[in-house]
Structure formats: structure tokens, C-alpha cells
């Protein structure tokens, strides 16, 4: 069972406390959607992904060992 917003509210200030770390309060807000948004993104990073899913590190071999014309 996934755990409710609060819950994960609730582990941010936990880890916040483990690391020894203080977050002024007006730079708070922005560090728990920081938080949420990651939280929101770690399944997708947990699964399966093909070449495809990363076009940055696919190439044609075609394209990288042409030789430019001069």
C-alpha cells in the first residue's frame, strides 16, 4: 500500500532530521514539492526501460561516422 501525502510529508521531515538538516521555514514549501515531485517520478525510474526510452544515448552509426564534406 502506497503511503497517503501526509505520510510522505511526514518522511521528508524524518529525513530532513536524520541528515541533520534545517530548512528555513519560507524555503520549506519549496523543498517539499521538490520532494513530492521526485517521489511522484521514482516509479518511472524504477521500471523497465528499452534504448528507445533514452534517445540521447542512441545513435546510427550511420550518422556518427559519415565524413563532413569540406
Known amino acids: 500500500m502506497d503511503p497517503s501525502p501526509e505520510e510522505r510529508d511526514a518522511e521528508l521531515d524524518l529525513l530532513l ?4 538538516l534545517t530548512i528555513p521555514p519560507e524555503r520549506y514549501p519549496a ?17 523497465p526501460r528499452t534504448a528507445a ?16 564534406a569540406a
Open 17 to 20: 532530521r536524520r541528515a541533520g
Open 31 to 47: 523543498i517539499l514539492l521538490g520532494y513530492r515531485e521526485i517521489q511522484a517520478m521514482m516509479p518511472l525510474l524504477r521500471s
Open 53 to 68: 526510452s533514452e534517445p540521447a544515448g542512441t545513435y546510427v552509426l550511420d550518422t556518427v561516422t559519415r565524413e563532413r
